[in-house]
C-alpha cells in the first residue's frame, strides 16, 4: 500500500508538470530536459525535490522517445532522458560528443491478465510466437509445457505492444532476437515495431490499463507500473534455463559481469544464474561540452549539479521507494567519472 501511495504522489507531479510546465524556483537557472515513460514517475518526483531543495527551473516533458532525442540533438533542450542507448546512427547525428550517464535500473516485465493464474513461466521462444500470432491461446502446448501443474484457461491471448517509439520496445526486441534468429529480420530490433496484431497503447501507463482491463491480456512494462497495478508479472527463463521473476535482487544480479568498466552495454541475458533476463538501466544524456546555444557556466554548474543529486543518495533511496532498482556502487563511481569530464569551453 505504501509503495502504491508513493506512485500515486508521484504520478500528482507528472500531472503538474504536465499542466504546469515546471516548478518554480528562485534561480534565474532553467534546465529543461525530454524523457519517456520508463521510468517517468522517479524523475517528476526526482526533479520536484531538486528545484524545491535549489531553486534551480526544471522544465521536463514525456513526449515520445523520438521526440526527445530530435529535441535533444537540435539544442532546444538541456537533457534527454532514455532507456535505450543511442544508436550509432543517432549518435553520428549530434556532431558533438554526449555523454549517457545510468541513473537507475529497471526491469521490462511481462504482466498478464489470466483469471485464478498467480504465476506463469515463459520464454523467449514463447513470447516471439505470442507477438508475431503464432501462438494465440492460454493453454498452447507450448505454454503449457513450461507450466507443469498451472491450470490454463482456453482463452484467447491478447498482446499489448507500444506503438509509439519506445526504448522498452527496443529492450524487448533484442531480447527477443537472442533465442529467435528469424526475429531480428521479420520485425526488427528498434523503437518502435509493425505488430499486426493486439492492442495499441503509447505509455506505460496505458499498456498498464490495457492489461488490468482485458482478460488474456499480456503486456511489456517497466516493473513499477506492474507492481502499482497489482498485474501478475510472468517468470522469465535467462541464459541459465532458470525462470526468474523480476524484483530489486535479480535486477541488481543483472550488473554483475566479469568486472568490465564498458557501461555502455545492455543488461540483457546476463550470464548470472539468478539474473532477471530483460533489465536496462535508464540514462539520462548530455552533451560533454557545455558551452554551447550561448549557455553560461552557472547553466554548465547546475547541470552537473542535477546530474550528481539524480546518482547521490537520497535519488537512489528514492528510486527503491518507486520499484525501481538503485545503481550498485561500482556503476556510481563510474558515472561519477563520466559527470567529472564535462566541461564548459568556449
Sequence with gaps: MQKRNIFVLAMFFMLFFTRCGRFSGTSAVNLSGMGNSFAQPFYHLIFSNYSRDTGIEITYSDPCNSNGIRSFRDKTVDFVISNALLTPKELAEFHSEVLQIPVVLGAISLAYNIPNVKQLN?????????????????????????????????????????????????????????????????????????????????????????????????????????????????????????????????????????????????????????????????????????????????????????????????AQKTAKLLIYTPLPQKVVEQAKQLIHTMEWQS
Design 122 to 314: 515463459l520464454t523467449s521462444v514463447i513470447l516471439a510466437a505470442i507477438y508475431t500470432s503464432q501462438i494465440t491461446y492460454w493453454d498452447d502446448e507450448a505454454i503449457v509445457a513450461v507450466n507443469s501443474g498451472v491450470s490454463l484457461p482456453h482463452l484467447a491471448i491478447t498482446p499489448v505492444y507500444r506503438s509509439d517509439e519506445a526504448g522498452s520496445t527496443q529492450t524487448f526486441s533484442l531480447f527477443l532476437s537472442q533465442d529467435n534468429a528469424w526475429w531480428e529480420k521479420q520485425m526488427g530490433i528498434s523503437k518502435q515495431l509493425n505488430f499486426s496484431k493486439g492492442l495499441a497503447a503509447q505509455s506505460s501507463l496505458a499498456v498498464a490499463s490495457l492489461v488490468e482491463n482485458t482478460q488474456g491480456a499480456i503486456g511489456y512494462i517497466s516493473l513499477e507500473y506492474a507492481t502499482s497495478f497489482k498485474l501478475p508479472v510472468a517468470a522469465v527463463q535467462n541464459s541459465s534455463g532458470a525462470f526468474i521473476q523480476p524484483n530489486p535482487d535479480t535486477i541488481l544480479n543483472a550488473t554483475i559481469d566479469d568486472g568490465s568498466t564498458n557501461l555502455l552495454t545492455t543488461l540483457i541475458r546476463s550470464e548470472q544464474t539468478n539474473a532477471y533476463p530483460i533489465c536496462c538501466y535508464s540514462w539520462i544524456i548530455v552533451y560533454r561540452n557545455q558551452a554551447y546555444g550561448g549557455r553560461d557556466e552557472a547553466k554548465y554548474e547546475s547541470m552537473k549539479s542535477l546530474l550528481n543529486y539524480l546518482i547521490g543518495e537520497e
